[in-house]
């Protein structure tokens, strides 16, 4: 995909290698739940890509729900208020819990997940990101599977966006673009539009 003319695109991370780590990440989730269920719960939207590679390589019996939340705040940083906009359509009492991201940065939406989710009373809470920022970190946060950590650049690609776009790309892309000529809303944080240095 060609990105505007004032927007340059670097790769990071490989198709080749994300497959091979998700592949990894699988085959340990595999070992630590081995011959019980697992529930992931992907937050939407960007871990859709991520969670369907994933949830293909997990040899178990697997169940899959989805959340959406979105974040308050008008500034390039995450105001740290996070609210659902689509909750889970099952109770997770009882199941062995993965909840699945695609980027860990300031770590507010996972903080905040990961307390939401407790007050449910599942048998096991783990997290799992495929991309770990960890230079963007505000609010500290324990998470069990990793990908990759990366540098404090904005990354779009695999589900990642920048006001909506790229998030087709194959490998995981730096984005860089002068200031002014951001897309409208793409400064501030938020699905879809956020454009932190991600
Ligand atoms: C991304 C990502 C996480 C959140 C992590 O979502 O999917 O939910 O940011 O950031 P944090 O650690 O600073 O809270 P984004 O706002 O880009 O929406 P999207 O998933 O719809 O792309």
């Keep these: 995909m060609a990105p505007d003319a ?3 695109l670097t790769i990071l991370l490989r198709s080749s ?61 995450s105001s740290g208020e996070v609210r659902v906009t689509k909750d889970l359509d099952t109770s997770i009492e009882g199941l062995n819990v993965i909840l699945v991201e695609d980027i860990l940065d300031t770590g507010f939406t996972i903080n905040y997940l990961q307390r939401l989710l407790l007050q449910r009373h599942p048998r096991a809470l783990r997290v799992a990101v ?26 779009v690609g695999y589900g990642l966006d920048c006001a909506g776009r790229y998030r087709n790309l194959k490998d995981v892309c730096v984005l860089s673009l002068p200031e002014d000529a ?8 938020g699905r879809s539009s956020a454009l932190r240095a991600r």
């Design 130 to 155: 495929l991309l770990d920022k960890a230079g963007g970190r505000v609010q500290p946060v324990k998470v069990h599977y990793v990908g990759f950590r990366i540098p404090n650049r904005f990354v």
């Design 17 to 77: 290698a994300i497959q091979r780590r998700v592949r990894q990440m699988a085959a340990r989730i595999t070992r630590d739940f081995r011959g019980q269920h697992v529930h992931l719960i992907g937050v939407l939207n960007g871990a859709s890509i991520f969670l369907s590679d994933l949830i293909r390589q997990i040899p178990l019996e697997v169940s899959l729900d989805f959340m959406a939340v979105s974040s308050y705040g008008l500034s390039d940083r």
């Design 6 to 8: 004032r927007q340059r």
């Design 182 to 189: 951001a897309p409208r809303g793409a400064r501030r944080r």
